[in-house]
T-cell receptor, first 115, second 111 residues
Framework: KAGVTQTPRYLIKTRGQQVTLSCSPISGHRSVSWYQQTPGQGLQFLFEYFSETQRNKGNFPGRFSGRQFSNSRSEMNVSTLELGDSALYLC??????????????FGPGTRLTVL | KNEVEQSPQNLTAQEGEFITINCSYSVGISALHWLQQHPGGGIVSLFMLSSGKKKHGRLIATINIQEKHSSLHITASHPRDSAVYICAVRTYMDSNYQLIWGAGTKLIIKP
């Protein structure tokens, strides 16, 4: 089976722009979670989607949003980019709803740099 | 105080040594994960635990629910084990199930 794929792998944007990141989960996985990783903050949970519905959300401003499609692929959008949004954005998929504690499989991440 | 604390933050050891990384948490959990992140950024899920002990190759993970503590052990450590090891707990908070992450333990194994 192919692993979790994320596109693009690298992205450079300027302040005020918006960006959309994409994640394709492992085939058969219905849960997709998004994380932001920065050197100072470590891994921070953004949100989790299951069957096209947002089930869990972390403490991020409304500029961060996401969605999941019927094929379980997920997109994350960040509007009005700020310098502090520069980070590695990781996507992880799992079989079922996250609260059952399924093992998560991580993608390689998208490295976003905001100038 | 962080809900999930890992120790040590950094660990350097010689090849072959027995390694222990600790994770303590202060919230009720439904599961605890151990993950490995290599310098390139790739994250691999090692274990998911809700009780007891799991073993995979040279890696052993244990959890004590009463003491709210988990350990990750590496036997016969090898330089390729050098990575950041992250503990994460799944808890119910603010009407949501959330993953709370430890800060990670950076492990360097010298040949």
């Amino acid at each position: 089976k192919a692993g979790v794929t994320q596109t693009p792998r690298y992205l450079i944007k300027t302040r005020g722009q918006q960006v959309t990141l994409s994640c394709s989960p492992i085939s058969g996985h219905r849960s997709v979670s998004w994380y932001q990783q920065t050197p100072g903050q470590g891994l921070q949970f953004l949100f989790e989607y299951f069957s096209e519905t947002q089930r869990n959300k972390g403490n991020f401003p409304g500029r961060f949003s996401g969605r999941q499609f019927s094929n379980s692929r997920s997109e994350m959008n960040v509007s009005t980019l700020e310098l502090g949004d520069s980070a590695l954005y990781l996507c992880a998929s799992s079989l079922e709803f996250g609260n059952r504690g399924d093992t998560q499989y991580f993608g390689p991440g998208t490295r976003l740099t905001v100038l | 105080k962080n809900e999930v604390e890992q120790s040590p933050q950094n660990l350097t050891a010689q090849e072959g040594e027995f390694i222990t990384i600790n994770c303590s948490y202060s919230v009720g959990i439904s599961a605890l994960h151990w993950l490995q992140q290599h310098p390139g950024g790739g994250i691999v899920s090692l274990f998911m635990l809700s009780s007891g002990k799991k073993k995979h190759g040279r890696l052993i993970a244990t959890i004590n629910i009463q003491e709210k503590h988990s350990s990750l052990h590496i036997t016969a450590s090898h330089p390729r084990d050098s990575a950041v090891y992250i503990c994460a707990v799944r808890t119910y908070m603010d009407s949501n199930y959330q993953l709370i992450w430890g800060a990670g333990t950076k492990l360097i194994i010298k040949p």
